[in-house]
């Protein structure tokens, strides 16, 4: 009788309804604490970032990207405000196969997010360098030595999407893609040089123009 007591008094007991839910609140609460702090700091950071640009006028940035080759920029701007900037912009890029192209833009630049940009523009682009295909072409077939170079220029919009992050006066960002679309292009004038016999003439109807992606433009800088 005395062992069926022992027994009785360790079996089992059932949790109240009361514990039940104690533990599934406070055990929800407190992951739920931590996840709410992770929004809070990211728009923190997002606040300071966006305030970094307040009371900026001027602005200044170099870098490098892809333009059917590797190219180098850089640029100048004006704050309207610190979420748009009005910037003069130069690159110059040696293009694969061809020669060097330089080009200069006016564009505005708009913030909708703390990081977030667009850029459109008006860009304005030179073109030179020796056709090398036509060289080895014509030389091949008549047995001179020949060589064509090009030279001509064309106009049109450009527009761009990065992201910019600022620290006080200095920041970083990319382009991360763009294009640009150019709507006119100069007639080609060509110099032709066979054996030392130099000729020049104007193509009028050789060159159409076409859009070109603008990759990965990654650049750094500061603004006071």
Partial sequence: MNLTKKFTNLRFKAPTMATIMATIFFGSFLPTQARAAEPAANASRNSTIQSNRNGRVIAAN????????????????????????????????DTFFFGTSRARAIRSKNFWSPTLYTNIGVLHR???GRNEFLDVLTSTFTGKEAHYDIAYWDIGPGFSIGNQWQWSAFN????????????????????K???GIITKKTADDDLKPEASARLLRVYFGFSI
Avoid: R
């Fill in 172 to 191: 970083v960002g990319c382009d991360w893609v763009g294009i640009y679309w150019p709507v006119y292009a100069s007639s080609a004038k060509i110099t």
């Fill in 62 to 93: 170099t870098g490098v990207g892809f333009v059917n080759g590797i190219a180098m920029f850089a640029s100048a701007g004006y704050h309207i405000n610190p979420d748009w900037l009005i910037e003069a912009y130069y690159e110059k890029s």
């Fill in 126 to 128: 030179q073109t030179s």
């Fill in 193 to 195: 040089t066979e054996d």
